[in-house]
């Protein structure tokens, strides 16, 4: 399993990080976790082709995390550049259904993809939830941030990772995580904002999950002023890595 981190910083423009997305290459499967804008731009940047997509998993719904849904549907439109023929399947929380349709209503059939491409599993956000492939499960859980949220756990080739998304201090998130080899964690912010988690409480998180490596991401400018790793650290005695557009972890 490998992750690549599409985008680690938030809906503030910023030439160092792109908006939230990460891909995951796992049992043969091309992972999509979050499609901020400029993420499919960034794909070719890192050598990963949107033909080759074949799960899209969404966090939520604030613009910073789908921006580039919208272009994603309109670029499979393209026959001469969109080539693949199998479905993709697109995992959301419950409810995505009504948000797309408000999509169509804006865009018409131009975010319409070609016949049976998509396969939209919606998943629930009062529990947890469960999608699976020969050689990869994927499990879904709410974390502390919008009633719409989900994070998720991609289990394959005897190893795991957790992805976030936008949380708080989640006991629901630590029972997903648990013994995770690696959890993707946000640390926003270094002071504290409703809804996000600062380093410090995001290597409380890890901990109190027992994972063994971490990831901060997710970042808004501040973050870029201080060592979040060190703030990580004086909670969780694992390995931190602090995310960079580009890193590549190897699971």
């Known amino acids: 399993m490998e992750l ?49 997509v074949d799960i899209i998993a969404l966090s939520h719904l604030h613009p910073d995390h789908v921006g580039d849904l919208v272009p994603f549907l309109f670029a499979t439109r393209y026959a001469l550049g969109y080539t693949r023929k199998e479905p993709f399947t697109l995992l959301a929380a419950r409810g995505f259904s009504e948000f797309y349709a408000g999509l169509k209503m804006a865009f018409g ?11 939209l599993r919606e998943l629930p956000t009062d529990g947890t939830g469960e999608v699976s492939w020969p050689g990869l499960v994927i499990k879904s859980a709410p974390p502390n941030h919008i009633d719409s949220s989900l994070a998720y756990r991609l289990e394959a080739e005897g190893v795991s990772l957790v992805y976030s998304g936008d949380t708080d201090e989640s006991d629901s998130l630590v029972d997903l995580a648990k013994g995770a ?12 904002v409703p809804g996000h988690l600062t380093p410090a409480e995001a290597g409380r ?25 060190a703030l990580a650290g004086q909670e969780f005695f694992g390995e931190i890595i602090r995310a960079e557009d580009g890193l590549r972890v190897t699971i």
């Open 4 to 52: 690549i981190v599409i985008g680690s910083g938030t809906g503030v423009p910023s030439l160092r990080r792109g908006a939230p997305a990460y891909a995951v290459k796992a049992a043969g499967k091309l992972v999509l976790l979050d499609l901020g804008s400029g993420t499919l731009r960034s794909m070719l940047k890192y050598g990963l082709d949107f033909n080759q």
């Open 205 to 229: 998180l890890a901990a109190r999950a027992g994972v063994k490596r971490l990831v901060l991401t997710h970042f808004y400018p501040p973050c870029d002023e201080v060592d979040v790793a």
């Open 109 to 119: 059939d131009w975010v319409e993809a070609p016949p049976g491409l998509v396969d």
């Open 181 to 192: 080899d690696l959890l993707v964690l946000e640390a926003a912010n270094p002071f504290k």
